[in-house]
């Protein structure tokens, strides 16, 4: 598509995995916006804050949580790197975002289109719009070179 950039929130979140990995985490960010306002962003930080739970859309959602004053975050949208794992994906859900939008598929630890399906159980209490691969180029190529410079 000629003349198509790719939305602020998905530029802003990939300029967050590269902050990652530079600090030395996996390169993954997050950023949600409510009504095309950035509320609250993140990036990996597991490493950092010595918190396995510390992935990009934990930290982001509860970052938004506070910044709203509310633990529901329905007319909000989450913009992230890599497809959400099931413990981000479960998050996902109950804080009832709007709308997930994402990069890189992940075949091995992604739970929207790979694994658990979180959102496609009959279970799940809520189900996001989902978007995948927006950025998804740009986001699988940081993690391949934060991995091969590891290996």
């Known amino acids: 598509m000629t003349g198509w950039t790719l939305p602020q929130p998905m530029?802003?979140?990939l300029e967050l995995a590269e902050a990652s990995a530079a600090?030395?985490?996996v390169p993954v960010g997050a950023v949600?916006?409510?009504g095309g306002e950035v509320i609250a962003e993140a990036h990996n930080?597991?490493?950092e804050t010595s918190d396995p739970t510390a992935h990009a859309e934990?930290?982001?959602i509860r970052r938004a949580a506070v910044a709203l004053g509310q633990e529901r975050l329905t007319d909000c949208e989450l913009w992230v790197t890599?497809?959400?794992c099931a413990m981000c994906a479960g998050a996902i859900v109950h804080a009832r975002l709007?709308?997930?939008y994402y990069g890189a598929s992940d075949p091995k630890g992604g739970a929207v289109e790979h694994g658990a399906r979180v959102f496609e159980q009959k279970q799940c209490l809520h189900r996001p719009e989902v978007y995948a691969g927006l950025g998804g180029a740009r986001a699988a190529e940081l993690l391949r070179d934060?991995?091969?410079e590891r290996r």
Do not use: D, S
């Open 11 to 13: 530029q802003r979140a």
């Open 23 to 25: 600090a030395g985490e």
């Open 32 to 34: 949600i916006t409510r």
């Open 45 to 47: 930080a597991p490493r």
């Open 58 to 60: 934990m930290l982001a």
């Open 82 to 84: 890599l497809e959400p």
């Open 98 to 100: 709007g709308k997930v």
């Open 146 to 148: 934060f991995f091969r």
